[in-house]
């Protein structure tokens, strides 16, 4: 379902396609899938999830399978923790910057320190969030913050909403945040792995996603986006009308199934980074198994933080 969003139909379509900041790797250009390997069907708990729950609205039932939020509660905060990228296109650091992993839910990183250091990579004018975690896990990155909340090493420079084109802050080894007890070295945390996945389309990609957000947590997805997108209020997502505007990065936390009228369309549950006025309060739900806007054939990328 969409509704009228003022933010994205104020602004102009050239300033909304500089928010969709995914490049491909090296050269720039989106990913051609290929033959995914990683993860085993066999490795899904399909029956043991504790947040099992059906929702209703708009005439249709909404069944919950799998709910990161929920699954591991002492993260749920920092996982429903809605960033807004501002007018920026770094939404490829923005989603791993909240990333947690269930087994250390401290961990809030910087977004800012990420787009401004990661190799290959064009601050708000792109890049791709393998590169990022393979930055954090070889280099480290210091904590950080959404701009509100102006704590950590990094707080995030961009006021939320933004009405001007942001640049990425040069890479510096010190901490923005003059307040911060701890100096940029000795703040720095790592990664102590970093993966993707990326394939073909249908059940084997879609098991792979779900096993790993069930095993370590959420992920980091990746998506095509077109105009219809900037207006989605609730339901589950499918492009139908609209241009479109550039890949963009998002997280993956959860799934289920819609059943409408007795027809059931399996669903991701997904977490942007456009503010709590837009979608859900800055979630939505995009349909699953059909590779909808590319959700499943880019890829995820995901890793685990050091403690």
């Known amino acids: 379902m969409a509704k009228y969003n003022h933010r994205f139909a104020a602004m102009p379509p050239t300033e909304r396609k500089k928010m969709q900041g995914l490049n491909g790797p090296v050269d ?32 249709c039932t909404y069944y919950y399978e799998f709910d990161s939020r929920t699954q591991w509660p002492q993260c749920a905060k920092i996982i429903n923790n809605i960033r807004d990228q501002s007018t920026c296109g770094d939404c490829w650091a923005v989603a791993l910057g909240l990333y947690t992993s269930p087994y250390n839910p401290r961990n809030q990183f910087s977004e800012s320190d990420l787009m401004s250091c990661t190799p290959n990579t064009f601050g708000c004018s792109g890049g791709w969030p393998l590169y990022a975690w393979q930055y954090m896990q070889t280099n480290g990155i210091v904590t950080g913050s959404n701009y509100t909340q102006s704590t950590g090493c990094k707080p995030y420079p961009f006021p939320p909403i933004g009405t001007e084109t942001y640049k990425a802050p040069g890479c510096s080894p010190y901490c923005t945040n003059t307040n911060w007890q701890n100096n940029y070295r000795n703040d720095k945390k790592y990664a102590s792995w970093a993966a993707g996945l990326t394939g073909s389309t249908g059940q084997e990609v879609v098991d792979a996603i779900k096993a790993e957000i069930q095993t370590n947590g959420t992920v980091v997805g990746t998506m095509y986006v077109y105009s219809d997108f900037y207006h989605y209020s609730q339901g589950v997502y499918k492009h139908t009308t609209g241009e479109y505007d550039g890949g963009h990065a998002i997280r993956l936390i959860g799934w289920g199934t819609q059943t409408c009228d007795g027809v059931d369309q399996p669903f991701w549950i997904a977490i942007n980074s456009w503010n709590v006025e837009w979608g859900m309060k800055g979630t939505f739900l995009i349909a699953q198994g059909n590779d909808e806007c590319h959700i499943e054939s880019m890829g995820i990328s995901f890793g685990t933080p050091r403690i």
């Open 28 to 59: 720039g250009s989106l990913p051609r899938p290929y033959n995914l390997t990683h993860i085993a069907e066999d490795k899904i708990n399909k029956n043991s999830s504790k947040n099992r729950s059906k929702r209703s609205a708009d005439q």
